[in-house]
């Protein structure tokens, strides 16, 4: 049995929940009477304008509302109700890759936000209901942005810079997005990059429903500006009034897109709602980071995520709590460039990827030994699973054998952690996410929804709907149904499925085994193999594409292409394929998707109609046993020869 490393005994008497019964109260409490206790801290948390009269509406499933009647500003939760007793307090603390600072108080931040909120409305005509695309650097004026939306009622969908001016039309398209906000560009590793350029392209290609471009200036670089389209944020922001009413919103109204890959298709627009969200991110502020008044909480995910939009916006302001952004890379310029701000800022929480972890660790073993990281409570993971080796690293020379590592897993649909140790009542061991967190009905189960026994795999399934969960997918209910309410039922009755499989192991803690369909994580990326399979699609020569995940030393899984050519004749070296494809996914993805490897081969492995097996091409990818029969398939030869081809590698 692998060890469990327990809380520290002291350090668990401040906590909130203090040892693993108090955990198991708020479990039996929520058992007992589901939306009693969602309710109960529905009151607690959330400053409505207008209580909620019903907790949930389950009378459409699945389509559940949360605290029907409920009237509230998540922009308001988020900052006018620290004015009284926080005005001061830092809400924001940025530093920029190259070591400039900014501190922005509550009130500061109220001020910003409103201002930008004005200028929204008044300027650009932007109302409740309204999409805005937000394409940004990690700066604070992105969240200034968000919470701006939120104030006035526009739903923002925040588009990651990595991807590409292709992946950007087709998200702003499908939001048909009145206006797009950007920035000359950024830093990164040092130098200047550029956004606004690929914001052009984009709207050169199609998005009819612009009407104008907002662009902050942050790197001063040279930008082209279209007379009539183009506005300057940082000059006309100034003018406008820093009050602004926030709108009165309904707990269902949409508060944000953000667009995820699927196993088929286009990306989805996972649609989140106000009260229900909010709520989430601050209950699990509190329960899982257990964060506290003078704590200073450092997330290092990216804002075009969802943990940048709940665990360094929404939740950590909605609590009231300091929030750290960082603009650039982890190695910039040293391995040691995060350990050095986790002392500079006395950081309580940190909160990273398993990616990041393995990268530092890798390349900056010695680094944390360098700096005072005693203020330091909690470290957090977050977006693929951790490998012990990473894991005990952290733990010891970055926690300092005295921190808890919570392993939160969770999804962009599912808006905030849903299993989760709790930090100073869990026993934790490397590589488990633990227990469901109270409230949570997370469940690995067969097709039918029954338990699993230990030790045997299964889906990764939430049987009752949650108030933060995925509302639908932008202008495409059915999709939301098939999507996620398909594959496995309970009682006869659909109940939604994660797409990840996991096992319960030898402590009855959740083990994460990874995605069961065709969605890969690259550095914690999430990447649709169809998409990328559509892109290579494109490529002249190829006549047929399977993309699967590899396991790979530091992203967590490297995408991995078979691929049959359509002329044997031209076959030039792999080199120059492989080059000519990842320019190809570049331009319609992003690099974030581009390929490290390629096979050619004769064909894939199909089923007799037709059907590639893409399970067979996942496992050899894996080095796994294919523990399948292979003679049913149309050209089972085709699978020794790709066996063969990897063991020559
Ligand atoms: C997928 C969701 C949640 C924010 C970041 C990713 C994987 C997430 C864990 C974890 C193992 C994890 C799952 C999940 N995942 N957290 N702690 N351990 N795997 O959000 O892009 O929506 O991806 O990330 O496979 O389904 P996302």
């Not at 948390?45 to 009378?59: A, G, N």
């Not at 594409?545 to 044997?568: D, R, W």
Request: glycine fraction near 8%.
């Amino acid at each position: 049995m692998e060890k469990l490393f327990y809380p520290n005994r002291e350090e668990a008497k401040k906590a909130r929940i203090r040892n693993i019964c108090e955990y198991q109260e708020l479990v039996e409490e929520a058992k007992e009477d589901y939306e009693g206790y969602w309710g109960r801290l529905a009151e607690e948390k959330i400053d409505w304008f207008e209580p909620f009269d019903q907790v949930l509406d389950e009378s459409n499933p699945p389509f559940y509302k949360w605290f029907i009647g409920g009237k509230l500003n998540v922009s308001y939760q988020c900052i006018d109700r620290h004015l009284e007793s926080r005005k001061n307090k830092a809400a924001i603390i940025f530093e920029g890759e190259l070591g400039d600072k900014r501190v922005i108080t509550y009130r500061e931040l109220y001020y910003e936000v409103n201002r930008t909120a004005n200028l929204l409305k008044n300027r650009f005509g932007i109302s409740k209901g309204d999409r805005v695309v937000i394409y940004m650097p990690m700066i604070p004026e992105t969240t200034f942005m968000m919470l701006a939306c939120a104030r006035i009622g526009a739903i923002h969908s925040v588009v990651f810079g990595g991807f590409s001016a292709d992946a950007l039309r087709d998200r702003i398209e499908d939001a048909q997005a009145k206006l797009v906000i950007t920035a000359d560009g950024a830093y990164r590793r040092g130098k200047p990059y550029m956004l606004k350029p690929i914001v052009d392209e984009a709207l050169s290609k199609g998005c009819e429903s612009v009407e104008k471009v907002l662009i902050v200036e942050r790197n001063g670089e040279e930008i082209e500006y279209i007379e009539g389209r183009d506005y300057l944020y940082n000059e006309l922001v100034k003018q406008e009034s820093p009050i602004c009413e926030p709108e009165i919103m309904d707990s269902e109204d949409p508060l944000f897109l953000l667009y995820t890959s699927g196993s088929t298709g286009k990306p989805k627009g996972v649609q989140h709602s106000q009260a229900g969200y909010i709520l989430h991110a601050m209950v699990t502020m509190e329960m899982v980071f257990d964060i506290r008044e003078n704590d200073t909480y450092w997330c290092t995910a990216d804002v075009g995520w969802i943990t940048g939009h709940t665990y360094i916006v929404y939740g950590p302001l909605a609590v009231g709590a300091t929030t750290i952004i960082y603009e650039g890379v982890p190695v910039y310029p040293d391995a040691g460039r995060w350990w050095r701000m986790v002392e500079e800022y006395q950081v309580n929480q940190f909160y990273t990827a398993p990616t990041a972890i393995r990268l530092l660790h890798k390349t900056g073993i010695e680094e944390p030994k360098k700096y005072d990281l005693s203020s330091l409570r909690i470290l957090g993971t977050v977006g693929e699973p951790i490998n012990p080796d990473a894991w005990l690293w952290y733990y010891n020379e970055v926690g300092g054998g005295r921190c808890p590592i919570v392993d939160t897993w969770w999804q962009t649909e599912t808006g905030g952690h849903m299993i989760s140790p709790i930090p100073f009542a869990t026993p934790i061991k490397p590589g488990s996410a633990t227990n469901p967190l109270p409230g949570i009905m997370a469940e690995i189960v067969d097709e039918v929804g029954n338990r699993v026994p230990q030790g045997e795999k299964g889906f990764l399934c939430i049987t009752k709907p949650w108030p933060s969960m995925i509302r639908t997918i932008w202008n495409d209910p059915e999709r939301f149904k098939k999507s996620y309410f398909g594959d496995v039922t309970k009682d006869g009755k659909p109940i939604y499925f994660s797409g990840d499989g996991a096992i319960y192991d030898e402590n009855g803690y959740i083990v994460i085994t990874g995605r069961v369909d065709d969605v890969i994580n690259v550095s914690g990326h999430r990447l649709g193999t169809a998409e990328i399979e559509s892109a290579i699609g494109n490529h002249d020569n190829v006549a047929e594409v399977a993309v699967v995940g590899k396991p790979h030393q530091l992203k967590g899984e490297s995408v991995f292409a078979y691929i049959v050519l359509k002329s044997e004749d031209s076959l030039g070296e792999d080199v120059e394929l492989l080059k000519e494809i990842n320019s190809i996914i570049s331009k319609e993805i992003g690099a974030i998707a581009k390929c490290d490897e390629i096979m050619v081969v004769s064909g894939l492995p199909k089923t007799r109609s037709g059907k590639i097996m893409r399970r067979i091409l996942r496992a050899i990818a894996k080095g796994e046993k294919i523990n399948q029969d292979i003679s049913t398939l149309e050209n089972p030869a085709v699978v020794e020869e790709i066996e063969k081809k990897f063991q020559m590698k």
